[in-house]
């Protein structure tokens, strides 16, 4: 029984690790791209492996999506070094200035796979646009609504 809880107390603290590391990562890129990150500077920073571990190239296509997704890291490959699609719904093709709020979401997913969890991606993209998380949270919830 004592070994339980020691695996059960080792997964948090991997999850606390890990989300202090995101933090990390997220505030590392805005200091290096500058405090208030736009969509030029978030694009640029797809293209900078200190930032974006693979090549990702962005697509506006909702074929890939989950009805209310608002956009997902389609892998092009077997291997994740072969690069991501992100795909975001073509509904936000036009708002460019929101770019920021949906990329920045799926960074840590597409450096580090399936072991981000919403609270991650949610820290992370905070973190790096210089917002709280919940008001982070909301602005996603709201741009998701707004696909009907």
Known sequence: MGELAHDEISAEHAIEALHAHLADKAMTARLTYGLHI???SILRMLDDRDVVRYPTELVFDAGPLQPHEF???????FHAGDGYALCIHPHFQPQREIWPLLIAYHIPVINYGAIVDTTGA???GATLLGL???TYYAALCELTDSLG
């Open 38 to 40: 736009d969509t030029e």
């Open 132 to 134: 709280e998380v919940d």
């Open 71 to 77: 956009a997902y890291p389609q892998p092009v490959g």
């Open 122 to 124: 949610e820290l992370y």
